[in-house]
């Protein structure tokens, strides 16, 4: 870990200053690499880049593509200069928040017409970028289509359909317990230590950090190779906490719940989500789901996708299912996102990790911000969001290269959210 801290550490002027992947070939200090992809400024130019590094499974558009419309540019620039307050006090246009908060994408939907698009540092409309974990809200909604058919029961345990779980953390939990992350497992979610667990063993089996020698793993000389051999060689139950009883957010529900998905459904995950949702949206473009050391596709946080597809699934979301005429997704399950009862509220209320934030609570795999309003998030580490506000009839979608890798706590995240719920704030 000490050479890697070193090579982060040796950069140019130049590359402090953003400028990466300079020269053909690139200069070294320049060079993006596995070990920097999350690491400023590397992270812009990996993140729009993500297939260089990663493996990656195609999820295929199809059919004709719909054109969004565009408002007047008149709507637009009163968008760009509506002033927002943020935490501290002070007061400024949504314009100069995304310009100086490390966004690279932001969009504005209203009644399928986009109100406001911009791209910064060199990203463009038809580049892909990485989701992270907005990536669970898709396989979330891929789920609520087995659970209407019948194939997924909210309140049977993962093990009663996949059996190499039993003996796992998630035996005793119900389904409904990973979609709402109060599994109550005793692996932690860490995205900062080097040496704790998650970095140590759970991302070098989604193949998604550097670790020294973990790609050069064979299967026949590891226990644990992809993902789902964590999943059920590693992950324990917490002996002091009841599934239900606490709001964890830990990333391994999401893998129980694609490997559910491609158990039940008989299909890869990235088939099923290509064949059931992505070919369905009328997409401008093909997406792409990054692959774990097994090059079984990472349900937790490998989707890729242009910024205007990302805001098309965030539209299905906002029109309860529904796209072109179609229910490709049971509306029943859409709204059960926004069904919040007061030991959700209480799960969020006390997990001292979100108490300074505004979630209400979160609900089958989505950030819900105001219930009753239908507000609610899809997020994925370093300022990746889909939002919806059903009482604005608003969608908004953005990417971001952000330092640092939670939102939590972070004055970067909370001024892109401040700025898009005061927009969404004009048209309730």
């Known amino acids: 870990m000490r050479s890697v801290l070193l090579f982060l550490c040796f950069c140019s002027t130049a ?6 992947m300079q020269g053909v070939p690139p200069e070294r200090s320049s060079q993006v690499t596995f070990a920097n992809y999350r690491e400023q400024p590397f992270n ?47 007061r ?44 669970k809200s898709l396989v979330s909604t891929a789920a609520g289509i087995l659970v209407a058919e019948g194939k997924l029961a909210l309140d049977k345990s993962p093990a009663d359909y996949i059996p190499e779980l039993k003996g796992s953390g998630f035996e005793r939990v119900t389904v409904q ?24 063993y759970y991302a070098p089996a989604l193949n998604m950090a550097y670790l020294p020698g973990a790609r050069d793993l064979q299967p026949d000389k590891a ?12 992950v324990r139950a917490d002996s002091e906490l009841e599934p239900g009883a606490a709001f964890d957010y830990n990333s ?25 949702i992505w070919a369905k949206l009328h997409t401008e473009h093909d997406a792409a ?51 919040i009862d007061e030991r959700l509220r209480a799960n969020m209320r006390n997990n001292p990790k979100y108490q300074n934030e505004p979630w209400e609570a979160y609900r089958n795999m989505w950030w819900v911000l105001d219930s009753a309003k239908g507000e609610y998030a899809a997020v994925g580490i370093h300022g990746q969001v889909i939002y919806i506000n059903r009482a604005a009839n608003m969608v908004a979608a953005w990417f971001s290269s952000q330092g640092k890798a939670s939102a939590a706590n972070n004055p970067q995240f909370r001024a892109k959210m401040l700025a898009t719920r005061a927009i969404a704030a004009t048209y309730e």
Not at 97 to 109: Q, W
Not at 185 to 197: A, G, Q, R, V
Not at 223 to 234: P, T
Not at 255 to 272: H, I, K, N
């Open 15 to 20: 590359t402090l200053a953003g400028e990466v």
């Open 177 to 200: 317990n990973v979609l709402d992350h109060d599994s109550a497992i005793l692996f932690k979610e860490n995205y900062t230590d080097p040496d704790s667990e998650f970095f140590q």
């Open 252 to 276: 391994t529900n999401a893998d129980v719940l694609g490997w559910l998905v491609a158990r039940l459904s008989g299909m890869p995950l990235e088939q099923f989500l290509e064949e059931k």
């Open 44 to 90: 812009r130019w990996a993140f729009r880049n993500i297939g260089a590094f990663f493996n990656v499974l195609q999820i295929a558009r199809d059919g004709r593509i719909d054109e969004f419309r565009t408002a007047p540019a008149r709507q637009a620039e009163t968008i760009a200069q509506l002033e927002v307050e943020l935490g501290d006090g002070s």
């Open 223 to 234: 226990r644990i190779y992809g993902v789902h051999d964590f999943l059920q060689h590693f």
């Open 289 to 339: 789901i990054a692959a774990d050391r097994a090059y079984m596709a990472v349900a937790t946080g490998g989707m890729n996708s242009s910024l205007r597809d990302a805001a098309r699934f965030g539209q299905l979301m906002l029109q309860r299912g529904k796209y072109a005429g179609q229910q490709i997704i049971p509306s029943a399950w859409v709204d059960a996102s926004l069904n």
């Open 92 to 135: 400024r246009s949504v314009a100069k928040i995304l310009e100086n908060n490390d966004t690279d994408g932001f969009l504005v939907l209203r009644g399928e017409r986009i109100l406001y698009e911009q791209y910064f540092h060199d990203f463009k409309r038809q580049n892909r970028h990485i989701w992270f974990s907005m990536t």
